[in-house]
């Protein structure tokens, strides 16, 4: 099993940045997936961004160019780098892990943008 602890999120106005942290309670180099989802108001929840064990990262298109997926060895944790943050990206963040052909998902973050 994974439990997932985020940290980071929260309220900033239009063309801010913000930073989400998930730690892992496996080390995240035995982890093959870690991703970060969103669901906002009404809506189903979404991929944001994906990291794979061997480098690969796959964005939305809605965030492409504008955050970055990190997996931080030192730190054992993967991050999420959100720039130039729009109104439309407000929504509770979940942190992924896929261990095992498992799913395991964090208890989401609040992130408002205000306009």
């Known amino acids: 099993q994974v439990q997932l602890v985020e940290s980071g999120g929260g309220l900033v106005q239009a063309g801010g940045s913000l930073r989400l942290s998930c730690a892992p309670s496996?080390?995240?180099?035995?982890?093959?997936?870690m991703g970060w989802y969103r669901q906002a108001p009404g809506k189903e929840r979404e991929l944001v961004a994906r990291s794979t064990i061997g480098g690969g990262a796959t964005y939305a298109d809605s965030v492409q160019g504008r955050f970055t997926i990190s997996r931080e060895h030192a730190k054992n944790t993967v991050t999420l780098r959100m720039n130039s943050l729009k109104p439309e990206d407000t929504a509770v963040y979940y942190c992924n892990a896929n261990f095992q052909w498992r799913d395991y998902w964090g208890q989401g973050t609040q992130v408002t943008v205000s306009s």
């Open positions: 496996r080390s995240i180099l035995s982890i093959n997936v």
